[in-house]
C-alpha cells in the first residue's frame, strides 16, 4: 500500500510568520504549502487536499472567519480541520464563532513552537488514522465486490450442474429424473384437487432411417427440431420430457374433456409430421418422419405413477402397430 505525505496549509499576510511556521514544520513530514490571503488560501483548497489548515484570523480583504465560513459550506472541505493563529485577544464569542466555522483549536501569536509542533502532530496522527481507515474500507469494498462475483460465479455454477442433472443434454429438454419428479407432482396435484391429467408416450416413427441414411449429427440435429416444435405447441403447465433416443413423455395437466385431448394430440401428430429442413454433414437434407402417441388418463382409481406409465405405454405399443403416426387412448 502506497501513501503520500500529508499536506499542511499555512495562511496568513505576513511573509515573516509564514517563514517562522515553516522553520517551526519542516520535520514534521507534511507537505507544506503557503497562502498570502483568504483568496489564495480558497484556490489551493480546490487542487490539494489538506491534513491541516493553519488560518491566521486577521488578515486585510477576506479574514480567516470568512475562510472558514466559505470552506464549511462545501462537502469537500467541511471535514479539514483548521486551526486559527491569532494574536488578537480572543473571547469567548470569537471562539465560538470560530468553533462553528470548522476551527478544531486556537494558537496564540507570538506562537509557541512547542505547543505548535505538538498541536500540529496531533492532527497529523488523526489524518493519518483516518486515512489508512478509508483505505481499509476501501479494501473491504473490493474484497467484498469480490466475494459478491465469486458468490455469484459459484451459484451460476451449481444451477448449471442442478440443470444439467434434470435436463437432456441434446434437446435441453428434462431427463427422466426431472420427468419422474414432475410426475410426482402432477399425481399429487391431482389426488389434491380432484382434477385430471394425462399422461402421453412418444415415439419418432422413421428416425432411425434418418440416422442411418445422413448419420447421427442429422439425427441429433432432428431431435432438437422435434424438441423445438413439442415446446411450442405444449402450454406452459404441461411438461415434455426426452426419456431417450427418439423416446419422449408429455404430462398435459387438467383434463377436463377427452375429445378435446384427444383433438389436441392429433394436431400434435400433424405438426410432428410436417418436413424437417436439417443441416448435416453431408449438406442440407429434408427429413420426414412422424410421431406415435400413446395416452392414459390419472384418474383416483390409478394404482400409482408405473401403472400410469404401463398404461400409456401399451397405448403406444397399439399406435405404432396400428400403423404409426396416430395417437391411442389407453382403454
Known amino acids: 500500500m502506497t501513501t503520500t505525505a500529508p499536506k499542511i496549509l499555512m ?3 505576513t511573509f515573516a510568520n509564514r517563514v517562522a511556521m515553516r522553520r517551526l514544520l519542516a520535520r514534521s513530514g507534511a507537505e507544506l504549502y503557503e497562502a498570502a490571503s483568504g483568496n489564495e488560501a480558497l484556490a489551493l483548497c480546490l487542487d490539494h487536499e489538506f491534513a491541516l489548515i493553519l488560518l491566521d484570523v486577521n488578515m486585510p480583504g477576506m479574514d480567516g472567519f470568512e475562510v ?13 480541520p483548521i486551526i486559527f493563529v491569532t494574536a488578537a485577544y480572543v473571547d469567548d464569542v470569537d471562539r465560538l464563532k470560530g468553533y462553528r466555522h470548522g476551527a478544531v483549536d486556537y494558537v496564540a501569536k507570538p506562537v509557541n513552537d512547542l505547543i505548535l509542533q505538538s498541536k500540529v502532530r496531533v492532527f497529523l ?6 486515512v489508512k481507515l478509508e483505505q481499509t474500507l476501501e479494501e ?8 459478491q462475483m465469486e458468490i455469484a460465479e459459484r ?13 437432456d443434454m441434446l434437446t435441453g429438454l428434462p431427463n427422466r429424473t426431472l420427468f419422474h419428479d414432475r410426475l410426482g407432482a402432477a399425481m399429487r396435484h391431482a389426488t389434491a384437487s380432484g382434477q385430471r391429467f394425462a399422461l402421453a408416450l412418444l415415439d419418432i416413427d422413421g428416425f432411425k432411417g434418418v440416422n442411418d441414411r445422413h448419420g447421427h449429427p442429422a439425427g441429433d440435429a432432428l431431435l ?4 423445438a416444435r413439442l415446446r411450442l405447441n405444449l402450454r406452459t403447465e404441461d411438461t415434455v420430457a426426452r426419456l431417450g433416443g427418439d423416446e419422449f413423455a ?11 385431448l384427444m383433438k389436441r394430440c392429433d394436431e400434435l401428430g400433424a405438426r410432428l409430421a410436417e418436413p424437417y429442413p436439417l443441416v448435416s454433414a453431408q449438406g442440407s437434407v429434408v427429413a420426414h ?19 400410469l406409465i404401463q398404461a400409456a405405454d401399451r397405448a403406444l405399443y397399439q399406435a405404432k402397430e396400428s400403423g404409426k403416426n396416430r395417437c391411442v387412448l389407453a382403454a
Do not use: C, K, M
Not at 140 to 147: I, P, V, W, Y
Not at 158 to 165: L, S, T
Open 68 to 80: 472558514a465560513a466559505l470552506l464549511s459550506q462545501d462537502d469537500q472541505f467541511r471535514d479539514t
Open 289 to 307: 418422419v412422424s410421431a406415435s402417441i400413446g395416452i392414459a388418463l390419472w384418474t383416483a382409481e390409478t394404482a400409482g405413477d408405473e401403472a
Open 155 to 167: 451459484e451460476r455454477v451449481e444451477a448449471q450442474v442442478r440443470h444439467q442433472a434434470t435436463h
Open 11 to 13: 495562511v496568513d499576510d
Open 140 to 147: 473491504l469494498s473490493e474484497r467484498n465486490d469480490q466475494l
Open 224 to 227: 432438437q427440431a422435434i424438441a
Open 250 to 260: 408429455l404430462i398435459v395437466s387438467e383434463i377436463e374433456d377427452v375429445p378435446v
Open 125 to 130: 496522527d488523526l489524518y493519518a488514522a483516518r
